[in-house]
């Protein structure tokens, strides 16, 4: 057992106390309450944009994370690499390297991200919100960039859950997540083999618990909260 703050990024974790009154009320406000699922969000990457590019093969979403482990070139830069994060808006460029420590990339290779193929990146995207059905039963909330993680058949045809058209089936057939995200998703039962359905889309809301932004969580409803330090020592969580 151990605090919030003290929590590593990514890990699955169950709330199992909240300390102060005044604590308890705000989250139960927002639905979270001790025994829920939530999530900590790696602070180094949080501010990183989701990036739409277009390849030959069509347009792919890539999460700001994952774009941090792309390696580019371009001809106006005398073809030094830097990272795919980095790249301007309606830029083109060559993807020269993919880092090996980010397994999840390999899973986007069937969509056409692979080394030695040119990009232009159309838009860095702003937050935005999905709203969901899961296997016909749970409702749920995710982010663009998890959406772009999930890998699935539509008609037919593998795509992202980013591009899914609203109130038609999706079968899920890859997550390009970590374990511990895997993991995190599987418990609202997004995983291989489910079907989701996307409801709506409506811009990403961030919810404030506190003036301070120190630790950003998910909640297993969907919702992102920010809160303090203080905050988020007084909240007990487990890794599960």
Partial sequence: M????????????MIVGITGTELVSKL????????????????????CRTLKLHLA???????????????????????????????AEGARAMITMIEKEDHAIYKFEELGLKENVEIT???????????????????????????????????????????AKRNKPFYITEIAQEEAMCNYLKQSGIM??????????????HILIDPQEDVVFYASNGARLSISKESAASILVQEI
């Fill in 2 to 13: 151990m605090t919030l703050l003290e929590a590593n990024p990514i890990h699955s974790l």
């Fill in 28 to 47: 139960e406000s927002y639905g979270i309450y001790r025994g829920d699922f939530i999530t900590k969000e790696d602070l180094a990457f949080s501010r």
């Fill in 57 to 87: 093969q069509g347009s792919i979403v890539v999460p700001g994370k994952m774009s941090h482990h792309i390696h580019v070139a371009t001809q106006t830069d005398n073809h030094e690499d830097f990272h795919l994060a980095e790249l």
């Fill in 121 to 163: 990146l159309m838009k860095k995207l702003p937050h935005m919100e999905y709203r969901l059905l899961v296997a016909k039963k749970v409702r749920m909330r995710i982010t663009e960039s998890i959406a772009a993680t999930i890998i699935g058949k539509v008609d037919g045809r593998t795509r992202q859950f980013f591009f």
């Fill in 192 to 205: 291989p083999g489910n079907e989701i359905i996307l409801e709506t889309i409506e811009y990403g809301e």
